[in-house]
């Protein structure tokens, strides 16, 4: 199995900034893709970032300029800094990951989430 545990969430008000981090665990062999998604209630879950073992990164539009992923693939980790919040970025965020695990001798495919960590700015 493959844990995904996600911290750095909390309230900032607009205007001020976040660092999440999402650190991958369990019978890992590499890992391809990670990425950050965001659900708001009533809402769809909706990509807000993604970032690739050979470093693409990809953004959605609303967040182009203020927020960055990286990763520190020696550590299975993926980080999201964001920057310029305002009250639309209020949402439950979920860090994603599709690779490889070890399982009965074999490589498998994985894709993981993780619980989920809450971010919510004020105006």
């Known amino acids: 199995q493959v844990q995904l545990v996600e911290s750095g969430g909390g309230l900032v008000q607009a205007g001020g900034s976040l660092r999440l981090s999402c650190a991958a665990s369990?019978?890992?062999?590499?890992?391809?893709?990670m990425g950050w998604y965001r659900q708001s209630p009533g809402k769809q879950r909706d990509l807000v970032a993604s970032i690739q073992r050979g470093g693409n990164r990809n953004y959605a539009d609303s967040v182009k300029g203020r927020f960055t992923i990286s990763r520190d693939s020696a550590k299975n980790t993926a980080y999201l800094q964001m920057n310029s919040l305002n009250p639309d970025d209020t949402a439950t965020y979920y860090c994603?990951?599709?690779?490889?695990?070890?399982?009965?001798?074999?490589?498998?495919?994985?894709?993981?989430w993780g619980q989920g960590t809450q971010v919510t700015v004020s105006s």
């Open positions: 994603n990951a599709v690779g490889l695990r070890r399982e009965f001798g074999r490589n498998e495919e994985f894709r993981a």
């Open positions: 369990g019978s890992i062999v590499s890992i391809n893709t």
